[in-house]
């Protein structure tokens, strides 16, 4: 078989030529084809390259915001704590001061029935020592101790002074028409005269002197001049250490 240089010249040509054409209208379209899907598939890389960083950036901020938020809850936390510890102790302070004026009120309410107790019992006690007093003077006195408060009388009252009878006269007021001697015993006439002497000095003369004799008086005399009374004897004197140990 002898080598056709036109027939390999012409193969050459053919191959050549179907080279050009699977370059021309194959390669170069398939070239498209994966340059396409290449740039696609690099879009969709580059897409979820960019999503996975937006992810990314939406996870840091989400677990930013997630350490805010627990932050933010720790802070609520302790300001509630910090607040109701404040309510506590106010509310606790509160029970101490009502707590403290109820143990005041309860003292002095204590302080004041003891103190009504005493009082009644020091009532009682004096009441019970002024019968036993009226008792043992009644039974002790006599017209002596009567004339001892006589005496006594008559002498305070000489000693009194110009200003002292001026202020007993602006007591009475206008003078009366007569004065009233009460005795528990009867008076001599001495006692009687030496009386209106002394009468007369811290008033008037002219005055007249009544005498009436009352045995509730146990021994001494009651003066009434007008509004005006003058007490020495012993039951007044006891009545009037009754009302004044009462007043105290």
Request: proline letters at 2%; aromatic letters at 6%; a negative charge.
């Amino acid at each position: 078989m002898e080598l056709s240089w036109t027939t390999f010249v012409l193969e050459i040509i053919n191959f050549l030529v179907l080279v050009w054409i699977l370059k021309r209208f194959l390669y170069k379209p398939v070239l498209k084809v994966i340059a396409r899907r290449q740039a696609g598939i690099e879009k969709r890389l580059s897409d979820a390259e960019a999503l996975h960083a937006d992810a990314e950036k939406l996870q840091i901020q989400y677990e930013g915001r997630l350490a805010d938020w627990e932050q933010e809850r720790q802070q609520a936390r302790e300001s509630l704590a910090r607040e109701l510890d404040t309510e506590r102790t106010r509310k606790m302070e509160e029970l101490q001061t009502a707590l403290k004026q109820e143990r005041e009120k309860a003292r002095v309410a204590e302080s004041h029935r003891q103190a009504d107790a005493l009082r009644k019992i020091e009532e009682s006690a004096l009441r019970q020592g002024a019968r036993f007093a009226t008792r043992l003077l009644e039974q002790a006195s006599g017209p002596d101790t009567e004339a001892r408060l006589v005496e006594l009388l008559i002498t305070e009252l000489s000693r009194l002074t110009a200003e002292q009878i001026a202020a007993l006269r602006n007591n009475y007021g206008n003078a009366p028409e007569s004065i009233e001697v009460i005795s528990a015993f009867p008076l001599s006439d001495d006692q009687c005269h030496r009386l209106e002497q002394a009468l007369a000095s811290i008033t008037t003369p002219s005055i007249s002197v009544q005498f009436e004799q009352n045995s509730e008086l146990i021994a001494g005399v009651k003066i009434t001049i007008g509004p005006w009374a003058l007490a020495a004897n012993i039951r007044d004197e006891l009545k009037g250490f009754m009302e004044l140990a009462h007043n105290e």
